[in-house]
């Protein structure tokens, strides 16, 4: 099904769709993610898809944007969340509903569950993004900081629900939750008829995989590809290893050297163990996860081409080329156009870039504003601060079918609904 490698894209993890479909667990299935859609219906927004028009002439080929950054909650998230909690039994609902998350989980979750009108309790790591921590609360949810980062979070999470018979909502993975975040691909594949490549951003995978089993059931030459920060690239480390393992002797990644925009560029050989690159944080906060899903690791093995990671400069770029386009996307959520800006042969055929998050730090917009008004981008060491000049593209979107996407939106929290909302058949 995959094509062979060119010196125009990177290698690509090969799969097989004839025998992914077979063995995908319960509840990971075309039919699973088609009865989300049904469920999400009316819940979700039917985010816009609009051309990146600016990146046509450098790329050669059309370059589109799903603008997730403008569901309900500033976030993808909300799909798999929304649908985990109406999917659970009603009795373990009531009893509360517990998440852990970064912010972006934490915020659909919250929403969920003033949804169905059940309590919310939601740890965060230590130092999260405040504007996430306070939508988050905002929505009704207590929320309980945890030090040690995700997983001390995902620990102390488990823990709670456990105790009190609560309804744990992992933030990847879990079927129900894939099977929301697939829902993206159906729509995909409505609003861009020819598509040929989605780059998605990745942290535990949940995104990523609900996506590719979506489109390897319905169109499986669609070429998936994920992106994640060079800082934390736990998930592609993984994938290219025989076992589910992260750690263990360096993965070297093979070299692509493709024009980029005018340039070209090498893709870097992983850590030792992607543990040990968090030494340094990403600024992309929302997919800084040490370990990924098995789960999603095991669909993204079947279903996925590959994972490339790019450096922290990228992000900048991205966003300040959004913001330059009107668009205010958080790192994460820009992490399919980094990669696209920085790894030009990624794009084959229509591509779509997910832009899945809009929950920018205030620190982070502030400079961003600031960077879209100038030539320059930050070096790739957000935490020192320092500039360098940037050469970037200016952004120019043209808007897609008005018919096939809602109306534009802006991007925030919106109150959610003041009735119980639509649950699994």
């Known amino acids: 099904m995959t094509a062979p490698a060119t010196d125009d894209e990177p290698a690509s993890t090969p799969t097989s769709t004839a025998s992914a479909r077979r063995d995908l667990p319960a509840g990971v299935s075309l039919p699973a993610i088609e009865s989300a859609a049904r469920v999400l219906s009316g819940v979700v927004r039917r985010t816009r898809v609009v051309r990146a028009g600016g990146l046509d002439a450098g790329l050669g080929m059309p370059v589109w944007l799903k603008c997730e950054h403008e569901q309900h909650t500033g976030s993808f998230k909300l799909r798999g969340a929304y649908h985990r909690v109406a999917c659970a039994d009603p009795d373990e609902r009531a009893r509360g509903v517990v998440a852990a998350s970064a912010g972006n989980h934490a915020q659909g979750v919250a929403y969920a569950a003033a949804a169905f009108g059940v309590p919310a309790t939601i740890f965060v790591p230590a130092g999260a993004n405040p504007v996430k921590i306070a939508r988050t609360r905002g929505l009704g949810a207590r929320v309980e900081q945890v030090p040690g980062g995700v997983e001390a979070a995902l620990a102390a999470a ?5 105790a009190g018979g609560r309804l744990l909502v992992h933030p990847f993975d879990d079927p129900a939750v894939i099977a929301g975040q ?5 729509e995909l594949l409505d609003q861009v008829p020819d598509l040929r490549t989605v780059v998605v951003g990745v942290g535990g995978g949940g995104l990523l995989s609900g996506i590719a089993v979506a489109l390897r059931a319905r169109r499986p030459e669609v070429r998936v590809i994920g992106v994640q920060s060079v800082l934390s690239p736990a998930f592609a480390a993984a994938l290219r290893q025989p076992t589910s393992t992260v750690d263990g ?18 893709r870097p050989t992983l850590p030792r163990s992607p543990a040990s690159a968090m030494g340094r944080r990403t600024i992309a906060d929302g997919m800084a996860v040490r370990e990924p899903g098995r789960l999603t690791l095991a669909l993204a093995r079947s279903l996925v081409d590959d994972v490339v990671t790019v450096d922290e400069a ?4 991205a966003m300040v080329w959004l913001r330059r386009s009107g668009l205010v996307v958080e790192p994460a959520g820009a992490a399919p156009l980094a990669a696209l800006l920085r790894h030009g042969g990624l794009a084959r055929g229509s591509t779509v870039a997910v832009l899945s998050g809009g929950n920018i730090d205030p620190a982070v917009d502030a400079r961003v504003r600031a960077l879209a008004g100038s030539a320059q981008v930050p070096s790739a060491d957000p935490v020192e601060g320092d500039l360098v000049p940037g050469d970037l593209v200016s952004g120019d979107l043209v808007p897609s079918d008005p018919v096939s996407s809602d109306p534009v939106r802006t991007t925030g929290v919106a109150s959610p609904p003041g009735m119980a909302g639509s649950r699994c058949p």
């Open 314 to 317: 990228a992000f900048w770029s």
């Open 249 to 266: 002797p360096a993965v070297d990644v093979p070299v692509l050297d493709v024009p980029v925009l005018g340039r070209s560029c090498r």
């Open 182 to 186: 697939g829902t993206i691909g159906l």
């Open 158 to 162: 488990a823990e709670f629900a456990a």
